[in-house]
């Protein structure tokens, strides 16, 4: 069977922190944040929003748009750096909240790029015919490890939750070609204290994801036997308006052919792409039948690919 998307949904929290705000809590300014990163604002959530709250909004939408019951889930697949707990999973945590009575869950740890490990570990279970409807949601809520006092990495990260249902599609359409890798020697790049903050040596990470996003993008092109200008959307993640653009024109893509969240969420890590590709379908940017390149990279190292075709 072929893996393809059978629906899809996001959230976000309503409180909008502002470049402006930022200015009164580090020393940074409006300009600099747009023209080194593209962001201009940020979503945060509240203290009574955890991550498994954000993502159970999320799946809501996305099993209405799938036309599914939680009880028809088979599994549910979270990927997240933020979890409620270190255990149980978020996974767990959503499968009670939505009453996914039937559904196996469990958390997928690949920072930004989880994701994708999560698309792909799901389309493995629908192509061998093994589970039929797969809830895979990328959640943070980045602002409880974040620094509020490091200019560094507050400007940077946001909260928010998307959730794809994936299950068989008909011949050629779905997933046609993926591309997973990690590199753990550059882990000292980006990490998280036991118990603390967020720390990051932005230069190295950014000049991995620039060389790394526009190669694996196009090895899912050419792995899927197409050429660039097949290509009709490019879902890059969301972390830096500088990085996608390089990624962009690799493929020789023009603007309004890439999906620009980063603007209004800023990096909401493992939640970039559903989120991205939620409003692209919801806002008729991308439709049945669109090839549309997916592609991740993240604390790990990680990094994640797919060509997919719209449409069931
Ligand atoms: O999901 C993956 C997560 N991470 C990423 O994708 C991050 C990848 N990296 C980046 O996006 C960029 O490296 C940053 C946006 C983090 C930084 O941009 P940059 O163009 O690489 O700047 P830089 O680190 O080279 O810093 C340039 C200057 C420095 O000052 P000096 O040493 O030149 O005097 C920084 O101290 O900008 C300073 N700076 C700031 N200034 C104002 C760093 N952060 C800020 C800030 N506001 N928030």
Not at 170 to 181: A, K, V
Request: proline share 3%; hydrophobic share 40%.
């Amino acid at each position: 069977m072929n893996a393809g998307l059978m629906g899809i949904g996001h959230y976000v929290p309503e409180r909008i922190l502002t470049n402006h705000d930022l200015e009164k809590m580090v020393d940074t300014s409006d300009e600099w944040i747009r023209t080194r990163t593209g962001i201009e604002e940020r979503r945060i959530a509240d203290d009574n929003t955890s991550t498994s709250d954000m993502a159970y909004e999320a799946s809501i939408k996305a099993l209405e748009d799938a036309n599914i019951k939680a009880e028809d889930l088979d599994l549910i697949l979270v990927a997240t750096v933020t979890p409620d707990f270190p255990f149980p999973s978020v996974g767990c945590l959503l499968q009670d909240k939505l009453g996914a009575t039937k559904a196996a869950a469990m958390d997928v740890s690949a920072a930004c790029a989880g994701f994708m490990y999560g698309m792909i570990t799901a389309s493995q279970f629908i192509n061998n015919d093994t589970y039929k409807n797969i809830l895979v949601v990328g959640v943070e809520k980045l602002s409880k490890i974040t620094n509020w006092e490091d200019r560094n990495t507050a400007v940077l990260f946001g909260d928010g939750a998307g959730a794809a249902v994936i299950g068989p599609v008909s011949e050629g359409r779905g997933i046609l070609s993926f591309e997973l890798g990690s590199d753990g020697s550059g882990s000292k790049y980006l990490y998280q204290e036991p118990q603390g903050f967020m720390e990051m040596n932005g230069r190295e990470v950014f000049k991995f994801a620039v060389r790394q996003m526009g190669q694996s993008a196009v090895n899912v092109i050419d792995k899927a036997g197409l050429t660039k200008a097949d290509v009709d959307y490019l879902i890059p993640h969301q972390a830096n308006i500088r990085i996608m653009e390089a990624a962009r024109q690799k493929l020789e893509l023009p603007e309004e052919n890439m999906a620009t969240t980063v603007k209004k969420y800023g990096n909401t890590s493992s939640s970039t792409i559903p989120i991205a590709l939620s409003e692209a379908i919801q806002e008729g940017r991308v439709k049945d039948d669109d090839i549309v390149v997916l592609v991740g990279f993240g604390g790990g190292l990680t990094w994640g690919a797919v060509a997919l075709k719209l449409g069931k």
